[in-house]
């Protein structure tokens, strides 16, 4: 009998998530009041952005706080036209990081 590893490789990806230049998360949107959580992010967002996954897991207004004022407001069609559609999120923007550059 196989193992769920063997039949679903990629179920678990965290061997791999520390190896990518990138900041990976998941994220949960209520449907009702809007509200927003990331249960799930890397490491790598202190590397990009000052601050840590655990600040940006308990508020992710941490994350929309960053994006550049002039951004917010297409970064936050692009994240709802993404849920919509059940499509990745596939956005550039201008970002702060938490001491401002």
């Given at each position: 009998?196989?193992?769920?590893?063997?039949?679903?490789?990629?179920?678990?990806?965290?061997?791999?998530?520390?190896?990518?230049?990138?900041?990976?998360?998941?994220?949960?949107?209520?449907?009702?009041?809007?509200?927003?959580?990331?249960?799930?992010?890397?490491?790598?967002?202190?590397?990009?952005?000052?601050?840590?996954?655990?600040?940006l897991e308990a508020d992710p207004e941490n994350f929309t706080n960053l994006v550049h004022k002039d951004d917010v407001e297409n970064f936050?069609?692009?994240?709802?036209?993404?849920?919509?559609?059940?499509?990745?999120?596939?956005?550039?923007?201008?970002?702060?990081?938490?001491?401002?550059?």
């Open positions: 009998m196989m193992d769920d590893v063997a039949v679903h490789p990629y179920r678990d990806l965290s061997y791999i998530v520390p190896l990518l230049p990138a900041m990976v998360y998941t994220t949960i949107v209520n449907h009702e009041t809007g509200a927003q959580s990331f249960p799930y992010v890397s490491d790598y967002v202190e590397k990009m952005f000052q601050i840590t996954a655990k600040d936050t069609k692009s994240v709802l036209d993404s849920m919509q559609n059940l499509t990745p999120l596939d956005h550039q923007m201008r970002m702060h990081t938490k001491y401002g550059s």
